[in-house]
């Protein structure tokens, strides 16, 4: 069969991939998309969608049992794990169609089958049916990440789980060990210690959530503790010996080593990208620890071959994958545009309570040479967030003492995650803190916080 040609051939359909091609086409291109398993990749599948439909049914389990607060009834309050799960793949079925109209309204050939590079422009896809070449002077690679399995540690479904086996649950965890507490690690642990498992976390730095600032990692390890999760930081599982229904985890912290039973283990610590096999070396593309090596503009060094999202430099989110695909779409398409700045990227973690982020850490700030300013502001202290019922947060922002640049925002508390656009879109307009001073904020609202948080940095916070 005569091989296919086209303007562009992206390799993996996540929301790198998709996005990439649907831009690629609004701008005249010719477009195939390869994808071996499901359109929307991990992200929609079996990562951000369908953790957040989970985390959203604990939450409301979380607020039934706190009916009583709000002067309401609710009895005889229970959970059907099964209908949890079946509503989290529904969600994620929902939106990975969404996915094939897409392709279909942009005109895009969606090709089913695993990719290999076989030579400069030339895709070679093995399908159900055989193999069919692609030929295209522009090849996106967006083939994004899996979990990253330590030896001894590996998932075997049944007594030890990676994030997958943890979105389609066999059972209720009754001891749970989550090992590493990044955003994967944390939200389960948060989704299971909710429904009442009895969860421990093992973290190997010397704290949680160890790319937030420090303050709000301590800040949301206080009240993880509040809701009874146990919390081993500079702690590390050495091996687990399995014999069904039980796990012994060897934990080493501090020199000794000490042995904890549990009935399940979720193994969270990091990802490797999903590179090897495709070819790429083979064409010149450097690759560093599993990650292809491109520059800010997502090239190879290699003609006409760009790699986007988790396949490359982090930090590895969906919605940088995505800024990432349309970036290079245009570039593509002889356009100019901004490269990623991955220091602009938000952050967010949908455990209970929300953990998000933008820019420097204080630590960092300094570490970085700038004289900071740094304002907070608790939410005990706003009227939105005490009539909520939700006053256990903070918001933090740091500035530039000599400019009044905004270097970086952190938060913890609730819908946080959707608070910390407003600082995202100050730093993409590079605001200073008189810009956000002189912003009138709605009342009441929690975004008041932010406006407050900004205000104590110079020492003028109103309600606090």
């Given at each position: 069969m005569a091989a296919r040609s086209f303007d562009v051939v992206v390799i993996g359909a996540g929301p790198g991939g998709y996005v990439a091609a649907i831009r690629a086409a609004q701008l005249g291109k010719s477009v195939a998309i390869v994808e071996r398993e499901n359109l929307g990749g991990i992200c929609l599948n079996w990562g951000c969608i369908p953790t957040k439909a989970l985390l959203r049914s604990a939450e409301v389990f979380h607020l039934m049992h706190r009916a009583k607060e709000f002067g309401l009834t609710a009895d005889k309050i229970g959970f059907d794990l099964d209908a949890v799960v079946k509503?989290?793949?529904?969600?994620?079925?929902?939106?990975?169609?969404?996915?094939?109209?897409?392709?279909?309204?942009?005109?895009?050939?969606?090709?089913?089958?695993?990719?290999?590079?076989?030579?400069?422009?030339?895709?070679?896809?093995?399908?159900?049916?055989?193999?069919?070449?692609?030929?295209?002077p522009n090849i996106i690679v967006a083939t994004g990440a899996r979990a990253r399995e330590l030896p001894g540690l590996e998932a075997d479904g049944d007594l030890v789980w990676t994030y997958r086996h943890a979105l389609q649950p066999g059972r209720m965890p009754k001891k749970l060990l989550v090992i590493g507490s990044g955003a994967i690690g944390i939200e389960f642990a948060s989704f299971f210690n909710t429904l009442g498992a009895d969860v421990t976390v093992v973290e190997v730095l010397d704290r949680i959530l160890p790319v937030e600032d420090a303050e709000i990692s301590a800040f949301a390890k206080k009240q993880f503790e509040k809701q009874g999760m146990k919390i081993m930081e500079k702690s590390m599982v050495k091996k687990l010996?399995?014999?069904?229904?039980?796990?012994?985890?060897?934990?080493?912290?501090?020199?000794?080593?000490?042995?904890?039973?549990?009935?399940?283990?979720?193994?969270?610590?990091?990802i490797v990208a999903n590179t090897e096999g495709l070819g790429l070396e083979e064409l010149g593309a450097k690759i560093d620890r599993s990650f292809v090596v491109t520059d800010q503009y997502c090239r190879t060094g290699v003609e006409g071959l760009y790699v986007i999202g988790d396949a490359t430099n982090g930090p590895?989110?969906?919605?940088?994958?995505?800024?990432?695909?349309?970036?290079?779409?245009?570039?593509?398409?002889?356009?100019?545009?901004?490269?990623?700045?991955?220091?602009?990227?938000?952050?967010?973690?949908?455990?209970?309570?929300?953990?998000?982020?933008?820019?420097?850490?204080?630590?960092?700030?300094?570490?970085?040479?700038?004289?900071?300013?740094?304002?907070?502001?608790?939410?005990?202290?706003?009227?939105?967030?005490i009539a909520l019922g939700e006053p256990e947060g903070m918001i933090k922002t740091i500035f530039d003492a000599k400019t009044?640049?905004?270097?970086?925002?952190?938060?913890?508390?609730?819908?946080v995650t959707e608070l910390i656009q407003g600082y995202v879109v100050g730093r993409q307009l590079e605001t200073t803190e008189e810009d956000l001073m002189n912003t009138v904020f709605p009342h009441p609202t929690l975004s008041e916080m932010m406006h407050e948080s900004v205000l104590d940095a110079y020492g003028r916070a109103l309600h606090f």
């Open positions: 509503r989290s793949r529904k969600v994620a079925g929902q939106l990975s169609g969404g996915i094939g109209h897409l392709m279909k309204k942009n005109k895009i050939t969606v090709v089913m089958g695993s990719a290999k590079l076989t030579g400069k422009g030339k895709v070679t896809v093995t399908t159900d049916k055989g193999t069919e070449d692609l030929t295209a010996d399995r014999a069904a229904p039980k796990v012994t985890a060897h934990i080493e912290r501090g020199g000794k080593t000490e042995q904890h039973e549990f009935d399940t283990v979720i193994s969270a610590v990091g590895w989110l969906a919605h940088k994958a995505s800024h990432e695909g349309v970036m290079v779409a245009e570039l593509i398409a002889g356009g100019h545009p901004h490269a990623v700045d991955p220091s602009s990227i938000a952050g967010c973690t949908y455990c209970h309570p929300q953990v998000a982020s933008v820019g420097l850490t204080e630590a960092k700030a300094k570490d970085a040479g700038y004289e900071v300013k740094v304002g907070r502001f608790p939410f005990i202290g706003n009227g939105k967030a009044g640049e905004l270097l970086g925002a952190h938060m913890v508390g609730a819908e």
